[in-house]
């Protein structure tokens, strides 16, 4: 079993959809969840940070951890076309701890 | 603005061959990471870096070194590309802060025929 699942998708969405990416992790000791957003042919831009249990928002993107249910959430409000990317999670437990990463959500927003 | 760019887009090399990639990160980052990326398995961790001239074997270390006689550049070796090495290989580079945060290259896509 993977330490971080993520469903590959594709997903594809109509402009202005709410989405939902979601993973879930198996190592209790996580404590430090990070999404990352990555267009075609680029490299994994940060995109949220969080620490801990809890919610964290910024702008349209909401990150949820749910550390109870080893479960973590990024919603995407009135999501764009701009939107489409491949999104990781990623984790670790702290310090400088290696990040383990999902393999990626891959989101279509069409107009 | 954190900058990290990698010596190729796309290469295509013959099995057998020895295969470099370079890494150049402008930001004076400690720590340097080589991953490659493949559909459905994510990012994989193959060597990194905390230091100049300091490795420690990833997850997938089996068939490439690395070197880092400079600070700002961490080159991946391929010793004798294999067909099962076609992949994007993506270079990182992070500060020593509290957050983790990993800065990305583009990547490089190859391909061994």
């Known amino acids: 079993q993977k330490e971080v699942e993520q469903d590959p998708g594709p997903l594809s969405v109509p402009e202005g959809a709410i989405v939902s990416l979601n993973c879930t992790y198996s190592?209790?000791?996580?404590?430090?969840f990070m999404w990352y957003r990555q267009y075609s042919r680029k490299g994994p831009e940060l995109l949220m940070y969080?620490?801990?249990?809890g919610n964290k928002e910024d702008g349209r993107f909401t990150a949820q951890v749910d550390k109870s249910s080893k479960y973590i959430s990024l919603f995407i409000r009135d999501s764009q076309p701009s939107d489409s990317a491949t999104y990781l999670c990623a984790m670790f437990s702290g310090g400088y701890n290696k990040l383990i990463f999902g393999a990626g959500t891959r989101l279509a927003v069409h107009p | 603005d954190v900058k990290v760019t990698q010596s190729s887009r796309y290469l295509v090399k013959r099995t057998g061959e020895k295969v470099f990639l370079e890494c150049v990160q402008d930001m004076d980052h400690e720590n340097m990471f080589w991953y490659r990326q493949d559909p459905g398995l994510g990012l994989r961790l193959i060597y990194f870096s905390y230091d100049v001239k300091m490795k420690e074997k990833g997850d997938i270390p089996e068939g490439y070194s690395v070197s880092r006689e400079k600070k700002e550049r961490f080159s991946l070796i391929l010793e004798s590309a294999s067909t099962n090495q076609t992949s994007m290989y993506l270079c990182?580079?992070?500060?020593?802060?509290?957050?983790?945060?990993?800065?990305f290259g583009p990547g490089t896509r190859l391909t061994v025929l």
């Open positions: 190592n209790s000791a996580f404590q430090y």
């Open positions: 969080t620490y801990s249990s």
């Open positions: 990182a580079s992070r500060d020593r802060t509290y957050n983790n945060e990993q800065f």
